[in-house]
């Protein structure tokens, strides 16, 4: 347990600030998504605290890009770039197998990654995007990492979630196969393809909010304050916002609804059993 009082964060937070007294030397830490947006800030405010850093991205250029702006900001050099596309589980199985075969550490996983409502479109396996990207694709990447974050522990799983959860249209009164019918939707008939542009265990699992209206320092604040801050080191399964438990904004009638969890969990593993046993390796 840290000692030290937590001091009072709120929504003009930075993550650099969340990060002033912590030395993540040692700390090996991947993230989804730091091509853009909050995932660009997480990784570089870690980087510069001295995390091993490794960004997984489908833009391989991109993630050299962010590579070389950070080290122009310090001298440390360990970032590294796996290429990852969310879109394709064979992507998501190779991704892992190449963090796997480097013999590195796993402290800290960051789910990032993802897309904002691209209507009607489906993934390389077929399924809706915002599911099969978001979640499904996240699901397989923690899968095929569990035991590396297990062995690694104390480690941390962070979960970047949105305000809009409560949105989701899902009725907390609906039977439990309209609630997973709208959690998975059907994917259109006609694959197309899909671009970003088509804008939606001594362990922490924490489920991030973030604001709209937050500059990307800001943003990204809460999601390194799960990952890294001495302050969530003995908390799991919890949902913040603003560095803080935000449990009390979650909408629990949906999200702690274990039934629901539990089908989500058993339906997420038969899509991935499914495509392990079809043995699909082309990318
Ligand atoms: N924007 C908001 O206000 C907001 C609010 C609440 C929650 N969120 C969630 O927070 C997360 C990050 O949001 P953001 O605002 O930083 O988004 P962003 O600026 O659109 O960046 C999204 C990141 O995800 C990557 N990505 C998208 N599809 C991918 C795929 N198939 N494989 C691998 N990487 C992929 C993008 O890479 P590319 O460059 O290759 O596209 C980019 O690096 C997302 O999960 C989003 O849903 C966002």
Redesign the pocket.
């Known amino acids: 347990m840290y000692n030290n009082k937590k001091p009072k964060y709120c929504g003009s937070t930075t993550a650099l600030k969340v990060l002033k007294d912590v030395d993540l030397t040692g700390k090996t830490i991947l993230i ?9 800030e997480t990784a570089r405010s870690l980087a510069l605290k001295g995390a091993h850093v490794v960004i ?4 391989v250029n ?1 993630s050299e890009e962010l590579r070389d702006e950070i080290y122009k900001e310090t001298s440390y050099r360990k970032i590294d770039i796996i290429q ?4 394709s589980l064979a ?1 998501v199985k190779h991704a892992s197998e190449e963090y796997l075969s480097k013999g590195w550490p796993l402290n800290v996983l960051i789910l ?5 409502k691209p209507p009607n479109r489906a993934t390389k396996d077929g399924y809706e995007s915002t599911f099969g ?2 979640h499904l ?1 996240h699901f397989y990447l923690t899968y095929l990492l569990m035991n590396k974050l297990r062995e690694s522990a104390p480690s941390r799983l962070v979960v ?5 959860h409560s949105r989701s249209g899902i009725k907390p009164s609906a039977s439990l196969d309209e609630k997973l019918n709208k959690l998975i939707p059907n994917p259109p008939e006609e694959d197309i393809a ?3 542009g088509s ?2 265990f001594t362990s922490i699992v924490a489920f991030v ?4 209206t937050k500059n ?1 320092e800001q ?1 990204a604040a809460t999601t390194v304050y799960c990952a890294a801050s001495p302050f969530a080191e003995n908390e799991s399964g919890r949902y913040y916002a603003d560095c803080n438990d935000a449990e009390k904004d979650l909408h629990k009638a949906l999200a702690r609804d274990e039934s629901l969890q539990d089908a989500l969990w058993s339906k997420s593993l038969e899509f991935i059993k499914k495509f392990e046993r079809n043995n699909v390796t082309h990318l």
């Open positions: 989804t998504g730091t091509t853009a947006g909050i995932g660009r997984a991205n489908r833009n991109l990852l596309d969310l879109n992507s990032n990654a993802g897309v904002n990207v978001n694709g970047v979630s949105s305000d809009l899909l671009g970003r804008q939606t909010s973030k604001p709209f990307f943003g």
